[in-house]
Structures are given as C-alpha cells and as structure tokens.
C-alpha cells in the first residue's frame, strides 16, 4: 500500500466511522443532555508496518468549498465556530505539495535585522500568514483573516519554533520522510481538531425565555379566569408576583391555595390548574444544573437577573495527559476536560435594551501552564515541550517510513562519510521523535517559586487571549440567538475577582475599566474590551461605553450598599443588594429612569450576522507574537 494511499484512507475512516464516530464539527451548539463525542481509536502498530517504501501519491481534488467558515458542510448547517484554516487549505488547489510549499502557504516567516555586540544580523520571525476572502463569504466576503498558528498546532499539522522550523506534526513528519501531502489529509486533521467537539454545559437556577413564556402563558390562561371572578381579593392577586417571581428568582413558594379553594368553591378546579402550574415549577427546576458561585460577592457583581455560569469543556479523556489532574471550580467526571468558563447575568439599558453582562472569564486548566511555559520563555507551539496526542497515526507512519528510507541508504554504503554522519543523526532525531510519540506523557517545566513544577498536559485553546476570543464569540452568538441587545463586562473596578495585591495588573489588563481602558483615563483597551471591538467592526456594529442597570429596573425599592474594591488603588463601588416591586425597611425608590439606577461599562451592539458561523481562534496566539517572548 503506498504511503500517501495509507494516509489519505486512514484519515478519512476517523471521519466515515459509525455514526457514534463521527466528529461534529458544530462545536458548543450541542449543550446539556447531548451524547458526548467519542474520540476516535487509533490504529495499532501493526497497521503501520503495512507503510511500504513506495510513495507514489495520485493527484487528490481539492477539499470541498462550500461557504467561509464551513469546513466543507452545507452552509445550511449553521455551525457556531469555523475554520479560516481550512478554507486557506482549501484555496491552495488540487495536487500534492512537499511541506515547506505547505509551511510557505500556511505560514509568514520574515526575517529582521537584530544587532548583537554592533554586528549586524538577520533573525527568522514566524506570523500567521493573511489572506482574502472572495465575494462569495456571506458576512466575510472581501475581509481579510489569518492562520491562526495555534490551530496548526491544534490541528496536529505543524509544531514548530517561534523562527519557524518545524518540529512536530504532520508537516515534519512529511519533510522528514521527503513526501509531499495533499489538501485533503490536511482539512481532515482540522476537522479532528478536538475544538471542534467541545461541549457548553449551563448552570442556572432561571428557566430559559422559550420555557418562561411557554409557563407563563399557560399560568396566565388560568389567572385570568381566576381573576375575572375575583377582583379585589389580594391573596388572589398574589398569586401572580408569586409565579413570576419563581420564574425570575428560582425559587418556588406555592400559595395556599386550599384556603382559597374553601373561600371560592366555585372555583376549585381553577386553582388546582394553578397549583399544578407551581408544581411544573419545581419539577422542571429540579433538572437544572445550579449556579456555583452566584453568592460569592467577591467573583460576582450583585444585582443582575437570571445568572448563569457556562462551562466549556472536552468531554473526553486526552491521550496522554495525567488523569489526576483536574483544576478549578467544575472537575467532575461527566465534565471531562473543563477548558474555561463563563459567569455572567442579564442587565438592562435605560431605554429597555437587554445586556449579557460578563462578570469573569477564566481557565482554571490553562493558567499554571501558560505560567509555566512563560516563566521558562518556551514556545507553546513546539512539539520537543507540549506534545499533540491527537491524530498520530499518520504523523507516525511517516516518521517510520522516514527512518526506513535513511536505515536503507546507509545499509547500501553509497553515503560518504559526512553524509553518514548527517544520516545517523537524522535517524537519531526520528527515534527521538518517535519516543516522545511513544510515552505519550506531558512534559514538566519549572514554575515560579509558588507553582513549583507543572506538568505540560495538552489542551486546546492554551493561552489567555484564545479561550478570551473564544469565550466573547460564544457569547455574542448566545446573546443574538437569544435576541440580546448587547454583551458587556463589568468593569475591572467593580469587583475583586479574587485579585490579590500581586495579581491586580493582570485583572486590569483582562477587564478593564468603564471605557474599555487600561487605566481609568487610558486609551490602550484591555483584552477583553479588544476582542469586542475587533467583532463589533467585523459584524459592522459599534463597541464602546454603555449604561447598564445595578438591578431590575422593574423593581424600583432598592437595597443599596457600597464596598471597597483592592486593585491598583481603593475604589468605593455602589451597588444593589436586592430589588423589590414594594416597598420595605431600608429600601429607597430609583425608578427605571433614574440615572442613579445606572452604572457604566464597556460593550458591543448585537448583530443578527453574529447567528452566522465564526472564526475559531485569534490572529496571533498569545504565547509568542512576533518572535517576542511575553513573561
């Protein structure tokens, strides 16, 4: 069987296996009560000694084009995250290419001028490669995107160093073995990218709108009779603040309702219609997963109307990494591998418009190795460190036949003895290579003093600014399916997020202030606030200051407190306790459209195109930009 016949049908039965095979490429859509995606098995080690040592590869087609983003499904199919990677792939045509043609399409490696101790020199910068969409992508047509090299990386493609050599993948593996790879092997990869099966899990003790409005008219068809009959009673008119207060608050207080059947016979099945409704209530609220840290005043800025927490997480076990390590706030096992989370609640604007309002992003499983891999300036992207257990066989089968070809030369005695010498050190870095696929195992690198040493466990998504980029995106398509106005974060100030004196910086840099700002009066914007402003001017809408409530508008008796705020200085911060439709001791008015209801924060208008299918990944990765090192 020749090698790239080997490749092309080994790759392609991960993605025609049973049906309970078969990777989703529509990732995140699939949330609770979902099946989990089953990885694909591996191939045994018998299968790659059928690798003969003829490499004649036919002329594949190109892989198929259907619309931007759509990883060659029908753009009906309204997947919530994309790959520009695949469709760069896909523009390179059909026919095989060697791996620097692939390295050279995918990729830009420039070189600079570096001066060390006055000599002039040139030093290699990898980047991503840019390219143009045409005037058939919907939303993107004519826009300009990128490569992402995490999703190289992701992808199991390529490995490399910030300079631009390979060092892992299947591109090294090809250029260690001197055979040339086409597009499909490629764009099957990226479809096998393990982002493409991760999973939202949401925790929340509100109903969602659909199962609200349809609870609600139900109740209010009985209330109606009810009240028709009965106009004066306040016990009876009760009943509705009640209901609705279940369905805002999450808690359910029925009412006495066989006083009430005693007082008004005639009415008996009506209310026994309304005690039913209540007991739909409960029964559909024990179902839900609740809210973890929805009390925890130090991660959460009071106030806001039904709360959530989202978890994004690969439901699977990951080849290779150590099973006992499980961080953070959700490492059960039905979670599998948590990569980030999301905690935020509903605010409103004074004119009425609806605002997701984030409170914190945060990946308990990423931070100490992104830490790690910082304090030791190594790349996050480079196989001889952080090793991609994912879609091996190939990478593997080339490396075999790589060293066979080498194993041959030498055995004919046709090299000189510096060929022979270059040889046995080829060879010598191939079973390298190969041993670290072997073990399986993450890499350690020490730590700060604090961390000491972390094991280096794949995950996908490794830095700060992807699962950030991730993590608004998600958001923006959640609030546009949900018919949200705006998605917005709550100030830097305005909460502590467990920041002590030695981690403030980083919660200014990731949330920012009121204006989206680094500093109170800055103009460099913070992460986040960056990431909203890049989607505002793809999807043609605006980011920037908005006014969101401190608490239900709807409610106008407030609890009002202040609390101190430690980060670069002491912010006084207002905000409300609790909101009640009456009055109460120690409750003042502010109506709807008192300014003092109000505060400010950083957000971006919701389009309808966010419905549309995404880019994954940022530009650039965070670890490394440019050939510079961020400790």
Do not use: C
Request: aromatic share 10%.
């Amino acid at each position: 069987m020749a090698l790239g016949n080997f490749l092309r049908r080994g790759i392609s039965s991960l993605l025609k296996k049973k049906k309970k095979d078969v990777v989703d490429p529509n990732p995140v859509q699939r949330v609770q009560n979902q099946p989990k995606q089953i990885l694909p098995k591996e191939s045994k080690d018998t299968a790659l000694q059928t690798v003969r040592k003829d490499l004649a590869i036919q002329q594949y087609p190109t892989p198929p084009r259907t619309g931007a983003l759509q990883m060659g499904s029908p753009p009906n199919q309204n997947l919530m995250f994309g790959s520009a990677l695949y469709d760069r792939i896909a523009q390179k045509g059909p026919g095989t290419f060697t791996a620097d043609e692939w390295m050279k399409f995918l990729t830009d490696v420039r070189e600079k001028n570096v001066k060390i101790f006055g000599q002039n020199y040139k030093e290699k910068v990898l980047n991503p490669v840019k390219f143009n969409y045409d005037n058939t992508a919907g939303y993107l047509s004519g826009k300009q995107t990128t490569v992402p090299l995490e999703e190289l990386f992701d992808s199991n493609i390529a490995a490399f160093s910030p300079t631009g050599e390979l060092t892992g993948g299947i591109l090294h593996a090809a250029k260690l073995a001197g055979v040339k790879v086409p597009g499909k092997v490629l764009t099957d990869l990226v479809r096998l990218n393990p982002i493409n099966r991760l999973q939202a899990f949401e925790f929340r003790d509100t109903f969602t709108e659909p199962v609200k409005k349809r609870l609600y008219q139900n109740f209010k068809n009985t209330f109606d009779k009810v009240t028709n009959q009965t106009p004066a009673d306040f016990d009876v008119n009760q009943i509705s603040n009640m209901f609705t207060d279940a369905l805002e608050r999450g808690s359910v207080t029925k009412p006495n309702f066989s006083t009430l059947m005693g007082k008004y016979p005639g009415l008996r099945k009506e209310f026994q219609q309304l005690d039913f409704q209540f007991d739909d209530l409960q029964r559909i609220r024990k179902n839900m997963r609740p809210p973890r840290y929805k009390n925890e005043t130090t991660y959460t800025f009071q106030g806001g109307r039904d709360y959530r927490e989202d978890l994004i997480a690969l439901p699977e076990s990951i080849p290779g990494n150590k099973p006992s390590i499980k961080y953070g706030h959700y490492n059960e096992k039905q979670y599998g591998n948590p990569i980030m989370h999301i905690r935020y609640d509903t605010r409103f604007a004074p004119n009425g418009d609806k605002i997701l309002m984030i409170h914190e992003i945060q990946s308990d499983t990423q931070q100490n190795i992104a830490k790690a891999l910082r304090f030791n300036r190594t790349s996050g992207y480079d196989a001889s460190v952080r090793q991609n257990p994912y879609q091996k066989d190939a990478e593997i089968a080339f490396l075999i036949e790589a060293r066979k070809k080498i194993g041959d030369k030498i055995i004919k005695g046709d090299l000189k003895r510096l060929e022979s010498d270059q040889a046995a050190r080829a060879i010598k870095s191939i079973d390298n290579v190969l041993l670290r696929k072997g073990q399986g195992r993450p890499a350690q690198l020490k730590a700060k003093d604090d961390y000491g040493t972390t094991d280096i466990n794949y995950y996908p998504l490794l830095d700060r600014s992807s699962y950030n980029n991730y993590a608004i995106k998600y958001m923006l398509n959640k609030a546009a399916r949900e018919k949200a106005d705006y998605v917005a974060v709550v100030p830097a100030n305005y909460i502590q997020r467990g920041a002590d004196s030695s981690k403030f910086k980083g919660t200014i840099e990731n949330y920012g202030f009121a204006s989206g700002a680094k500093t109170p009066k800055g103009k460099s914007l913070a992460s986040l606030p960056n990431e909203m402003k890049k989607q505002a001017s793809l999807f043609n809408t605006t980011a920037g200051k908005i006014k969101f409530s401190l608490s239900d508008p709807n409610k106008p008796y407030k609890k009002v407190d202040f609390k101190n705020v430690e980060l670069d200085k002491n912010y006084k911060i207002k905000y409300h306790e609790d909101a009640s439709a009456v009055q109460q001791p120690g409750y003042r008015f502010i109506g709807k459209y008192d300014l003092n209801l109000y505060g400010d924060a950083y957000g971006v208008k919701v389009s309808p195109l966010m419905l549309q299918t995404q880019k994954l990944y940022k530009k650039e990765g965070g670890l490394v930009q440019y050939g510079n090192w961020k400790k």
